[in-house]
């Protein structure tokens, strides 16, 4: 992991506990799962599809609230709740970034 990426997780992490109000300290026994990084092609009601994969979202979650706001063509980072593959996952945060 480059410094740049550690400091995107440790950003989405503050972000998405923020949102649920959980502290810092309840964080640092919780390992990031998976960070996806890339553009988004569509978002649909609670799917958000990143180079044509979808990803779900969580219910009421940092992800939820911000899902109204993102657009196909932006690029985001997003914090899933387990891994990637597995059908369980799914989106607790979304992060826009600065298209380059």
């Known amino acids: 992991m480059n ?5 995107l997780a440790a950003l989405v992490v503050a972000v998405a ?11 640092a026994s919780h390992p990031v799962e998976a960070v996806v990084a890339g553009k988004v092609t569509d978002v649909r009601s609670d799917t958000i599809f990143i180079a044509g994969k979808p990803y779900r979202i969580m219910p009421n979650s940092a992800a939820s609230r911000e899902l109204s706001k993102v657009h196909a063509g932006a690029t985001v980072s997003l914090v899933l709740s387990g891994p990637a593959g597995d ?5 607790i945060g979304i992060v826009p970034q600065q298209n380059p």
């Open 3 to 7: 410094n740049r990426t550690g400091v």
């Open 17 to 27: 506990a923020g949102a649920v109000g959980v502290g810092p300290a309840a964080w």
């Open 87 to 91: 059908a369980a996952t799914r989106v």
